[in-house]
């Protein structure tokens, strides 16, 4: 049936429900992929939590290539479209040694994390940045730490960690060996990490 002008409704309402449901069908498929197929098979773990819990508020420490970040943002805005969501990464970006693990430039993280979110990005050491951001963030409910961040400052980094979260908050730490599999880290590991920081600090 034809409305003035020569548009078929029915037609037009058929199409998009086939669209609607090509776009269903994708990103039925790519949840799949992600949490059962996708390498590395380390980060799947990560997938599978975000879709039994899916965090409003993630703080990411050590962003790398990037592609990690992207496929997590894109999955959660696949499963809930309309949702608001916080993402802030620290990296060093443009700082990064030579000898530093792979990673992307600030400029590239912003126009490949565009609109999968609200994002902020932070430059520079882990512990510097998160020492002057951590009484102005609030509490996450997702904390990666990547393997990639250098040791020595990620050892200062746990005092602030405990400041951004809570007893709800997931928190997974990456492998540096095995893999690079991602395990999570109980609050109390936090609490007593945090401890020895202070410890150090005082000595």
Sequence with gaps: MFRKGGFRSGGVVIE????????ANYGLFRRLWLTWLSQPAGERP???????????????????????TERMLGLLRSVHPGVDRHYVGLDRFEGRLPEDPPGVTLKQAHQRLHGLGRVQLVPGNVDTSLS????????FDLVLIS????????DRCWFFIQRIVT?????????????????PVLKARVDELAAKTVLRRAA
Excluded: Q
């Design 132 to 139: 002057r951001l951590c009484n102005h963030l609030g509490a």
């Design 46 to 68: 990560l997938y599978r939590h975000i879709l039994r819990t899916p965090p409003k508020r993630i703080i990411e420490l050590g962003v790398g290539t990037l592609r990690r």
């Design 147 to 154: 393997a990639d961040n250098d040791p020595r400052y990620l």
């Design 167 to 183: 007893g709800e908050t997931a928190i997974f730490a990456e492998s540096s060996v095995g893999g690079g599999g991602w395990t």
């Design 16 to 23: 998009g429900r086939r669209r609607g449901v090509a776009m």
